[in-house]
């Protein structure tokens, strides 16, 4: 079975914070594993010891977290969650098997698919995302991105049928 992977590309890293604690409301209650590298003390460190994943990350980082579930729109479950900054940007990965959105009866999967895009469009919308690709794990590949979400106007039901296809 394949992993779906999204990717938020060229996220703003000092709309982290935000996007970790206040949007997706990643707890530790949720996280498996996680590994960070502190880069001011120069420690692996994990996710409840992060107080801003801003000044983690800086001036370039990386780290993992995986999760029992996330709420994207709809629950997934057993989510990576991959992030990979520069100094100012950087990109942040959802992974996750693909049964969580493609198994079920098919009105349940058009709707779970439904509920991801928006959520995702809003979360575009809400910190100026440039760009979500959306695809088969590597979803930067152009060959296995189904679908990349840009600067036009969305058309939700459309972006759906290119996941769904």
Known sequence: ME???????????????????DELKIN??????????DNSIEEDIE???IKSFQEVLSPSGTGNVF???INIGCSLRD?????????????ITFNFSQGEL???????????????????VGLKSN???????????????????LVEIGQDAVDIKSVVEQILK
Request: hydrophobic share 45%.
């Open 3 to 21: 992993n779906i992977e999204i990717i938020l590309e060229d996220f703003r890293k000092n709309e982290l914070d935000k996007l970790v604690f």
């Open 28 to 37: 530790s209650l949720e996280v498996k594993s996680s590994h960070f590298f």
């Open 47 to 49: 996710f409840h010891q």
């Open 67 to 69: 999760l029992n579930q």
């Open 79 to 91: 989510v990576m969650i991959i992030f990979s900054f520069d100094k100012d940007f950087g990109d």
């Open 102 to 120: 493609f198994e079920g009866k098919s009105s349940e999967v058009r709707l779970k698919a439904m509920k991801m895009v928006e959520s995702l």
């Open 127 to 145: 910190f100026n995302i440039p760009s979500i690709r959306i695809g088969f794990e590597p979803a930067l590949d152009n060959d296995s991105c």
